[in-house]
């Protein structure tokens, strides 16, 4: 699962979504400006959705595969991957975000539960291949030759989410929960806060706004990622 000296026992595991990425330049999903306003989910983010307007569903992936290359990793992407390095224990980080903020700032031991915009997935062979630039309907398969079969390799609303058998073991045993940038409205991650109580581990939460799971946390940070996850982090190496 994880990396780590190992030297103090702690399992920690990191959560994080949209929120941790706003300060970025990337849109979160929910709220006022969020990427659901402009579409309806259905619309966009479900398997139905795709074999009905597979050049809408496209559309939307390739804008926002294309908006990667204009934005960089902030420091609370920078402060989660200093902490994998340093922390004495055991460490995984789990995002559901499908950017690759996190790897670009460093961070290794890294799950991506919703799949990632820069990958892609082929129907036809089910070979899964790194992607760059647009995808579009008539995308030729890397491994079939096959064309019009690779669809973008995100997991949408109705599929099960990635790497879930390795994120229920380290919650399992995890002694310290955090929870960074997520409105906790999708489940399974939703849920994953109410599994490290069960276990006994600590549990925060740092987000802009309280999260709908908000009453599990042992504590609440607000504020922007940005700013408190850094602060999170050093105290934590202090
Ligand atoms: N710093 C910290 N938190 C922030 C910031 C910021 N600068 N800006 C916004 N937030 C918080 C918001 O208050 C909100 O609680 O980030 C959260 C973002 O919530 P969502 O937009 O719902 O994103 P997320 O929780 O990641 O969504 C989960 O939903 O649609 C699906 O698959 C998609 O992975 C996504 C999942």
Same mark, same amino acid.
């Given at each position: 699962?994880?990396?780590?000296?190992?030297? +103090?026992?702690?399992?920690? &595991?990191? =959560?994080?979504?949209?929120?941790?990425? @706003?300060?970025?330049?990337?849109?979160?999903?929910?709220?006022?400006?969020?990427?659901?306003?402009?579409? *309806?989910?259905?619309?966009?983010?479900?398997?139905?959705?795709? @074999?009905?307007?597979?050049?809408?569903?496209?559309?939307?992936?390739?804008? $926002? #595969?294309? $908006?990667?290359?204009?934005?960089?990793?902030? @420091?609370?992407?920078?402060?989660?991957?200093?902490?994998? #390095?340093?922390?004495?224990?055991?460490?995984? =980080?789990?995002?559901? +975000?499908?950017?690759?903020?996190?790897? $670009?700032?460093?961070? !290794?031991? &890294?799950?991506?539960?919703?799949?990632?915009?820069?990958?892609?997935?082929? !129907? @036809?062979?089910?070979?899964?291949?790194?992607?760059?630039?647009?995808?579009?309907? %008539?995308?030729?398969?890397?491994?079939?030759?096959?064309?019009?079969?690779?669809?973008?390799?995100?997991?949408?609303?109705?599929?099960?989410? /990635?790497?879930?058998? $390795?994120?229920?073991?380290? =919650?399992?045993?995890?002694?310290?929960?955090?929870?960074?940038?997520? %409105?906790?409205?999708?489940?399974?991650?939703?849920?994953?806060?109410?599994?490290?109580? /069960?276990?006994?581990?600590?549990?925060?939460?740092? +987000? =802009?706004?309280?999260?709908?799971?908000?009453?599990?946390?042992?504590?609440? *940070?607000?504020? !922007?990622?940005?700013?408190?996850?850094?602060?999170?982090?050093?105290?934590?190496?202090?």
């Amino acid at each position: 699962m994880v990396a780590g000296r190992q030297q +103090n026992g702690e399992v920690l &595991l990191v =959560l994080t979504g949209a929120g941790i990425s @706003a300060d970025s330049g990337v849109a979160t999903f929910r709220g006022p400006d969020g990427l659901w306003e402009g579409h *309806r989910v259905e619309d966009v983010a479900t398997p139905e959705a795709f @074999a009905r307007d597979p050049a809408l569903v496209h559309a939307f992936y390739d804008a $926002r #595969r294309a $908006r990667l290359g204009a934005v960089e990793p902030n @420091a609370a992407h920078h402060a989660l991957a200093r902490l994998e #390095r340093d922390w004495p224990g055991e460490f995984l =980080l789990v995002t559901q +975000n499908v950017d690759d903020l996190h790897e $670009r700032a460093g961070s !290794r031991h &890294l799950i991506h539960m919703h799949g990632e915009l820069k990958s892609g997935w082929c !129907r @036809a062979c089910d070979a899964r291949m790194p992607w760059d630039g647009p995808m579009g309907t %008539s995308a030729v398969c890397p491994a079939c030759r096959g064309a019009g079969q690779v669809r973008p390799d995100i997991v949408w609303f109705g599929e099960m989410p /990635y790497a879930m058998d $390795r994120i229920e073991e380290a =919650l399992s045993r995890c002694t310290l929960f955090a929870s960074i940038g997520t %409105s906790g409205a999708v489940y399974p991650a939703a849920g994953f806060v109410q599994t490290a109580r /069960y276990v006994g581990a600590r549990t925060i939460e740092l +987000n =802009l706004d309280p999260s709908q799971g908000s009453i599990f946390f042992h504590q609440t *940070r607000l504020g !922007r990622a940005s700013k408190i996850v850094p602060a999170w982090v050093e105290e934590l190496l202090a």
